[in-house]
Every structure is written in C-alpha cells, then in structure tokens.
C-alpha cells in the first residue's frame, strides 16, 4: 500500500515537472515569436520607407529625364537659330562691304568730276559761272552745275543711307547671335547640371534598391523563423482531438475569392512565391467570423499578415485569418464557429482590403477548400 503510495507520488511528481518544463518551453517560445514579430515590424516599417523613397527617386528621375529632354530640344533650336543667324550676318557684311565699296567710287566719281572741273578752269565752278557771255547765259550755267552737284550729292546720300541700313541691320543681328551664344551657354550648363543630378539620384536609387532587396531578405529570412516557432507553439499548445466541427465561411456575404492558393507573383514583390491560403474579396470594416469552434491562439500583429487571429480547433488544425483592420477576441478566447473575430482591412503587406484565410495542420499550410467545401 504504502508502495502504490509512492509511485502515485513519483508519478504525480513527473507528470507535474513535465507540464512545468512544457509551459516553461511554451512561454520561451512566445517570448521569442513576440521578439520576431517586433523585428517584422521593424523592417516593413524601414521597407516601406524605402519603397516610397524608391518611388519618390523614380519620379524624380522621370522629371530629371523630361527636363533633359527640353534641354536637348532648346539647345537645337537655338543652335540652330545661331547657324541661321550666322548666316544672315555673312550675308549682311558682304553686303556691307560692296555697298561700302559702291559708295567709295562713287565718290571717287565726285572727286574726278570736281577735279576734271579745276582742270579745265582755274577756278572751277565759279569760273564756269563768270564766263557766262549773257545773263541767259549765267543761269543757264548756274543751272547746269546745281544740277550736277545736286544729283551727286543726291546720290552720295542714298548710297550712305542704304550703307548705314545695312551696317544697323547687321549690328541687331550681330547681337542677336550674341544673346543666343549666351543662350547656349546657358542651356549647356543647365544639361551639365540635370546629368550630374541624374548621375546622383541614380546611384541612390541603385542604394535604396539594394536596402529594399535585403529588407525584402530580412523579412523572408524572419517569417521562416516565425513559421518555425509558431510550429513549436503549436505543437507545445495544439493536444486532443479535432473540435472544429464543420467548417463555416469565414466572410459571410463575400464569396470572390481574389488569389487561390498556390504558386503566384506576389503583387507587392512581384517575385515568385508559393501562397499559402485564400485571399477572398471583402470591403474594409466588414464582419471576418471563427470557421469553426476553438480557442484564440493568437491575436496580435503578426508581420507581413498584419492584424492577425489564429484559432487552435485541436488535432493539430489552425486557422489564420490576417489582414484585419481591427481585432475583436484575444489569446485565449474560446469562440465557437460564426462568432465575429475581426472587422476585414489592408494590415501589413496588403495592396487592398480583403481576407487572407489559411488552414495549418501540424503548423504546415494545406489547401483550404475542402475545408470550406469549395
């Protein structure tokens, strides 16, 4: 008797330190998922930052492109506007020099008259006017060398005005090329200046891709992990058998479903990536239910899944829901199928508001729909 006693005692003594180094383990695990998940937090905070300065530095470099661009087309335009004026200016001396040219013989002509005069006469034109034999005579004398002093001083005139037109028309387009070398030059350096910038931001932009490739890495690296721990939790929490009943779905009124399980373009990384569940179409702020009855084994942010509840419905089977704008159970809860849960949102890596649902046997994924009956 007082052996039965002992190994009773003995018994009792084991079973009590073996649950004792469970919930020990069970809460070194929690610890550990809460450090992760805090991690996560971290990095998609530092992801998203980067993801936006990426699409700040590309629309920069779009507007650095098209400024380029408009450069480029300025500097032809006015490169070739100084050509054209160029030409215009060569145009314009030469024919500064033959109206200069014009106008030197003719004065050379005025000056051979004038001395032709003197020669013939020692007193030139007025020894033409005092030979006169008459008055008749005289006037008509008089007449005769005004007409001709006139007539070349008429002439003299137009030759200078025509001269001095063109030398004005040459000197305004003289400075028009001046301001368009001025110009140019501008241009030039403004085409200097948006290249280094370009040159600049994109080697931040090469920066700030590297940064979100190995966050990106991070959070990969940090989920395994998570999944990891959360199997150990699972296995440290998950006893007994299967107590979900038939499963319910999960966002009642919502049927679409967005993004099946399976391989897939993940619409946030567009790489490659296996999905693990169900995203099924649901408005934000909508009622996300228990499929079927359980206990909350988790209620919280939960990385890349944002507001998440899982529910352990014993025999190894666990159902996420993530994504949600709010949560309305926390750890520990015992809910039955239909109870609300959660109100639907875009938490976390999401592009918009909908259900990601997920059914885990033994802390691995399965296919969702034959517990959905779908």
Not at 81 to 93: F, H, N, Y
Not at 144 to 154: A, R
Request: glycine content about 8%; aromatic content about 8%; proline content about 2%.
């Amino acid at each position: 008797m007082r052996s039965n006693k002992t190994v009773c005692i003995i018994l009792l003594s084991i079973l009590l330190l073996h649950s004792s180094t469970a919930f020990a383990g069970l809460a070194e695990e929690q610890q550990k998922l809460e450090k992760i998940k805090e991690e996560q937090k971290r990095v998609e905070s530092r992801l998203k930052s980067v993801e936006q300065q990426k699409t700040s530095l590309l629309k920069e470099l779009q507007h650095l492109n098209n400024q380029l661009n408009n450069t480029q087309n300025s500097l032809r335009e006015v490169e070739g506007e100084i050509e054209s004026t160029r030409q215009q200016l060569e145009k314009l001396t030469k024919e500064l020099e033959e109206a200069q040219e014009q106008l030197d013989n003719r004065k050379d002509l005025f000056n051979q008259r004038l001395r032709s005069m003197y020669k013939n006469s020692s007193y030139g034109y007025l020894d033409v006017l005092f030979d006169a034999e008459s008055f008749s005579d005289l006037v008509s004398r008089f007449f005769v060398v005004s007409k001709v002093t006139s007539y070349d001083m008429s002439v003299l005139q137009e030759m200078k005005t025509y001269r001095d037109k063109i030398e004005e028309t040459r000197n305004s387009v003289q400075e028009k090329e001046t301001r368009m070398l001025s110009l140019k030059n501008d241009l030039l350096q403004k085409k200097k200046e948006v290249q280094s910038l370009t040159v600049s931001r994109n080697k931040t932009l090469s920066s700030v891709k590297s940064q979100e490739q190995e966050y990106e890495r991070m959070l990969d690296e940090l989920e395994q992990t998570s999944k990891e721990i959360e199997l150990t939790i699972i296995k440290l929490q998950s006893n007994g058998s299967f107590i979900g009943g038939k499963f319910v779905w999960p966002a009642p009124g919502y049927k679409r479903i967005t993004s099946d399980y399976g391989w897939r373009i993940h619409p946030i990384t567009r790489t490659k990536k296996f999905h693990t569940g169900l995203d099924i179409g649901v408005p934000w702020g909508q009622k996300i239910v228990a499929v079927g009855n359980g206990k909350v084994l988790y209620a919280d942010w939960y990385g890349g899944y944002g507001k998440t509840v899982m529910i352990d419905h014993g025999g190894g089977i666990v159902t996420l829901y993530a994504h949600n704008s709010s949560l309305k159970v926390k750890a520990g809860d015992i809910v039955r199928a239909g109870d609300t849960i959660a109100l639907s949102g875009t938490t976390g890596l999401s592009t918009g508001p909908h259900l990601h649902f997920e059914v885990r046997k033994n802390g691995g994924h399965i296919n969702p729909r034959p517990w959905l009956g779908i």
